[in-house]
């Protein structure tokens, strides 16, 4: 069975600064790894994913993502955080060629502070 | 380009009445699926079509709960004799190849 663990609540950053909201996933074979962004009241927005090749994916607004398959973790990264990036964020996980079903997390309240 | 859209955005109704929410997925989108979510929760899986047809609907809590998608686009969830429990946000994605695109949701509240 596929998971995917989040396992903080809120991360707190102030503007400028990088910032890390971290996932870790449990799955038979090679994951397919998404990251989702929900602003308060909107459906979930992609942000990027990783299928195969490059460890280090880069996705829409600066951020970016590193596979890690040794430590079955996909932290999202972005180096300089932004007021307008405070928002929820989900990391999805799906087994390849199985059920198209991908298992999302509980979520990440990212505060970026002014 | 046309985004997933979802009506109602918000419905109000009471316990045991019958309710429908409706999705039109992006054009084209042969894979559709239905989530549910319930405050500070992820998307809770209900069901997933390939086509016009239920490829999965492991995720339907019980059998109140129903989708269709009769001509492979649009897609309607019904819920019977609805209970208090059921309120939470109703959300449709559709996909094309690996990513899904979700609409806005529709807030059900059951009172």
């Known amino acids: 069975a596929q998971s995917v663990a989040q396992p903080e609540d809120q991360v707190n950053v102030a503007e400028g600064n990088p910032l890390t909201v971290k996932c870790t996933y449990s799955v038979s074979g090679n994951p397919y790894l998404f990251w989702y962004v929900q602003y308060p009241n909107r459906g979930l927005q992609f942000l990027l994913k990783?299928?195969?090749?490059?460890?280090l994916v880069k996705g829409s607004y600066g951020f970016e993502a590193e596979f890690n398959k040794s430590q079955t973790s996909f932290h999202l990264k972005k180096p300089s955080a932004l007021v307008s990036d405070s928002a929820l964020y989900f990391c999805a996980v799906r087994e390849p060629g199985g059920s198209y079903i991908p298992t999302f997390g509980r979520g990440t309240s990212l505060i970026v502070h002014p | 380009g046309a985004g997933v859209s979802q009506t109602p955005s918000n419905k109000v109704t009471e316990k045991g009445k019958y309710v429908e929410l409706r999705c039109d997925p992006i054009?084209?989108?042969?894979?559709l699926y239905w989530y549910r979510q319930s405050l500070g929760q992820g998307p809770e899986f209900l069901i997933y079509?390939?086509?016009?047809?239920?490829?999965?609907d492991s995720g339907l809590p019980n059998d109140r709960f129903f989708a269709v998608r009769p001509e492979g686009s649009v897609s309607t969830l019904k819920i019977q004799r609805t209970e208090r429990g059921d309120s939470a946000v109703y959300l449709c994605a559709s996909s094309f190849e690996t990513e899904q695109f979700f609409g806005p949701g529709t807030r059900l509240t059951v009172l």
């Open positions: 054009s084209g989108h042969t894979a």
């Open positions: 990783y299928i195969t090749g490059d460890n």
């Open positions: 079509f390939q086509g016009t047809g239920a490829a999965d």
